[in-house]
């Protein structure tokens, strides 16, 4: 089944809600973690997930921190986020 393009913001966002150890800490993407992602929230390369990650900060719902060619893939959800996935959980 192929997302949504929302559907893939809400994946990606939840998965760096999982990989947080608490409410404001910074998650580098691992190879694994983006092999995950690709196969959970259907992401075709890096270059997809950086552009994911790039819209997410343009919502307000992540500090994205990411090289420009993508190597490095990280960010910090924001307060207005985690609000988000509050009311993606029913909160």
Known sequence: MRMTTQQKLDCLLRR?????????????LSAQDIALLMEQCGFANRNEIG??????????????????DNVILQASITIDGYCYLDSLNGH
């Not at 760096?16 to 580098?28: I, K, M, N, R, Y």
């Not at 552009?51 to 420009?68: M, N, P, T």
């Open 16 to 28: 760096f809600d999982e990989l947080a150890e608490s409410q404001g800490d910074g998650v580098t």
């Open 51 to 68: 552009f994911y990650i790039r819209s997410l900060e343009g919502r307000g719902l992540v500090v994205a921190d990411c090289s420009a």
